[in-house]
C-alpha cells in the first residue's frame, strides 16, 4: 500500500549503527495460523472501511444531514477509516502474502499515520461530546451557536492540532542511529522504530508517555465532564425529553466505551505488571484498532434516526427497481 522509495540511511555515530533501508516485521513470527487470522482481518477491513464510506456517501449526499451533529460522525468516519487503513494492508501483507518488509520512509508514513488517528479519534469524540452537550444544554440556541461553519473550523482547527502533536514522532526519529533492522511488533509504530535505534529508549518512552496520557485523559475527562453535565440537564427534564436525550447520547455512549475500554486495559494490564505473550499483545493492539471502526459506523446508522430512514429509502428504491 506504500509507493517505495529508495532512501540510504547511514549513520556513523555508532560503532554498531547500520544503514537501513527497510524494515523487517517480525511481530507475527509465533503465530501458528497466520492464513486463518489474515482473512479474518483482512474481511473486518473490508467491512469496516466499506460501512465508514456508506456513512460519509450517505451525509455527503442528502442536503438534510448536513447539520453539525452528521457532519461530525461523517469526520469519525474518516478517522475511522485512516486508524484502520494505517496498519491493517501491512498486517495483511504479512499474514496473507508473507511480505513481512516495509521500507524505511512508508514505515514512518505509517508511523505518522497510525498516531495521528489514534489522536485524532480522541478529539473526534470529545468534540461530538461537546455537540451533544451543547444540543442538551441549549436546545434551543443550539443552531445559532454550532452552525455548520463553525462545525468544520472546530474540525479542521483539531486535525491541525494532532497532526501538531503527532509531529514530535518523525522528529524525534529521524535523527537516531539504528542497530537493527527487525521490529517486534506487527506494524510501524513509535515504540517498534525506537526500539531498533542504538539510544536508550527511556527518555523517548517517558516523553511521548507524557504526551499520550495527557491527551489520553484530557480527552476522556471532558467527555466524563460532559455527560455529567447532560445528566444534569436530564433529570430536571420531562420525561419525553429524557427519552429524546437519552437516544440521543446513547450511541457517542457506546463509541466511546468501544474506543477507550481497550486502551485502558491496555494501561491496567501494564501498571499490574501482566506479562501477556506476544500473540495476546498482537491480538489487543489489532483490536483496539479493527474494533471501534467496525462498531462505529453500524452504532450510528442504527441508532439515528435520519441515517436509518435514508438507509431504508435505499433500499426501497433498489426493491422497486427490480
Not at 489487543?284 to 442504527?302: A, D, E, R, T
Request: hydrophobic fraction near 50%; proline fraction near 4%; glycine fraction near 4%.
Amino acid at each position: 500500500t506504500f509507493l517505495y522509495i529508495p532512501i540510504f540511511r547511514r549513520y556513523t555515530l555508532s560503532n554498531s549503527s547500520i544503514e537501513v533501508t527497510e524494515f523487517l516485521i517480525g511481530g507475527f513470527d509465533t503465530i501458528k495460523i497466520p492464513m486463518v487470522v489474515g482473512v479474518v482481518i483482512l474481511i473486518i477491513y473490508l467491512i469496516a472501511t466499506l460501512a465508514n464510506i456508506v456513512n460519509i456517501v450517505l451525509i455527503i449526499c442528502d442536503k438534510r444531514l448536513h447539520k453539525p451533529m452528521y457532519l461530525l460522525i461523517c469526520n469519525l468516519a474518516v478517522v475511522d477509516i485512516l486508524n484502520t487503513s494505517s496498519a491493517s494492508p501491512t498486517i495483511i501483507g504479512v499474514l496473507l502474502v508473507g511480505v513481512n518488509t516495509i521500507s524505511y520512509v512508508p514505515c514512518l508514513m505509517q508511523m505518522f499515520i497510525f498516531h495521528l488517528a489514534a489522536v485524532m479519534e480522541m478529539f473526534a469524540l470529545a468534540v461530538m461530546a461537546f455537540d451533544r452537550l451543547l444540543a442538551v444544554s441549549y436546545p434551543f440556541q443550539y443552531q445559532s451557536y454550532l452552525t455548520n461553519v463553525r462545525t468544520l473550523l472546530l474540525i479542521y482547527l483539531v486535525w491541525i492540532v494532532a497532526c501538531s502533536f503527532v509531529a514530535v514522532m518523525p522528529a524525534t526519529v529521524l535523527p537516531l542511529p539504528h542497530c537493527s533492522s527487525k521490529m517486534r511488533y506487527i506494524y510501524c509504530d513509535y515504540a517498534a522504530i525506537i526500539r531498533t535505534t542504538c539510544v536508550d529508549p527511556t527518555y523517548y518512552f517517558n516523553m511521548i508517555s507524557i504526551i499520550s496520557f495527557f491527551l489520553l485523559f484530557f480527552t476522556f475527562i471532558f467527555i466524563c465532564l460532559s455527560y455529567f453535565w447532560i445528566i444534569v440537564f436530564v433529570k430536571l427534564s420531562s420525561n419525553s425529553d429524557k427519552r429524546k436525550m437519552g437516544s440521543t447520547c446513547l450511541s457517542h455512549f457506546i463509541v466511546v466505551t468501544c474506543y477507550y475500554c481497550p486502551l485502558f486495559i491496555r494501561i491496567i494490564l501494564t501498571r499490574l505488571g501482566v506479562v501477556l505473550t506476544i500473540d495476546e499483545w498482537n491480538g489487543l493492539m489489532i483490536g483496539s484498532i479493527l474494533g471501534p471502526s467496525l462498531v462505529n459506523p453500524f452504532i450510528y446508522c442504527l441508532r439515528t434516526k435520519e441515517m436509518r430512514y435514508k438507509i431504508f429509502q435505499i433500499f426501497k428504491k433498489v426493491q422497486t427497481s427490480q
